[in-house]
């Protein structure tokens, strides 16, 4: 069974970086995009980038000035650094296990079917 | 603003049927899928695919979509379903971004 292990800094100041590390455990790295996604408190869901086990990223246009995702394959782990932190940035932050299927004709899946138990981070000064 | 439409909040009477629906033009491309995520918790994989449930889920869970809406329905509403709901998908934009729907909070009254 697969299961996903977060970490980092969950106190920031104004302009600090963001660093978070999620490690993969009890599964296969490859073929899965491995993603972040945040929570500001009382707010939705939103969805900060993914990578996959060769590397290619794709980050949400709001946050990509500011998003650096990584991997480690070595370690099957995953990282996410978020430059020049604000308040705004203050919220749960998950790491996930996506899944893309081609169904054919152009129809696809989409899901992110394991998930980490979330760190909160604030960002005050 | 998200690129996928779900209703602020649902209500439905304890042991009834509910549809919480997700609209947007990339789930022509995409099927939905949904998350269940209650208070303090990380969310939950309810359905994906075209009606998919992970194992563990319920039966009462189930999925559909027609054109550019997504439908999850609650077939017999538990008083443990009460909780946010949310659709996501691919954007629409073709660069294959992520995207949550705002979340639909479920009260089962």
């Known amino acids: 069974q697969v299961q996903l292990q977060q970490w980092g800094a969950g106190l920031l100041k104004p302009s600090e970086t963001l660093s978070l590390t999620c490690a993969v455990y009890?599964?296969?790295?490859?073929?899965?995009?491995w993603s972040w996604i945040r929570q500001p408190p009382g707010k939705g869901l939103e969805w900060i980038g993914e990578?996959?086990?060769?590397?290619?990223?794709n980050y949400n246009p709001s946050l990509k000035s500011r998003v650096t995702i990584s991997v480690d394959t070595s370690k099957n782990q995953f990282s996410l650094k978020l430059s020049s932190v604000t308040a705004a940035d203050t919220a749960v932050y998950y790491c996930?296990?996506?899944?893309?299927?081609?169904?054919?004709?152009?129809?696809?899946?989409?899901?992110?079917?394991?998930w980490g138990k979330g760190t909160t981070v604030t960002v005050s000064s | 603003s998200s690129e996928l439409t779900q209703d602020p909040a649902v209500s439905v009477a304890l042991g009834q049927t509910v549809r919480i629906t997700c609209q947007g033009d990339?789930?022509?491309?995409?099927?939905a899928s949904w998350y269940q995520q209650k208070p303090g918790q990380a969310p939950v994989l309810v359905i994906y695919?075209?009606?998919n449930r992970p194992s563990g889920i319920p039966d009462r869970f189930s999925g559909s979509s027609s054109g550019n809406t997504a439908s999850l329905t609650i077939t017999g509403a538990q008083a443990e379903d009460e909780a946010d709901y949310y659709c996501?998908?691919?954007?629409?934009?073709?660069?294959?971004?992520?995207?949550f729907g705002g979340g639909t909070k479920l009260t089962v009254l």
């Open positions: 996930a296990r996506g899944v893309v299927v081609a169904e054919g004709l152009g129809i696809y899946y989409y899901y992110m079917d394991v």
């Open positions: 009890g599964g296969s790295f490859s073929g899965y995009y």
């Open positions: 990578i996959n086990h060769s590397g290619s990223t």
């Open positions: 990339s789930l022509r491309s995409y099927y």
């Open positions: 695919g075209k009606n």
């Open positions: 996501n998908s691919r954007d629409s934009s073709g660069n294959h971004l992520g995207v």
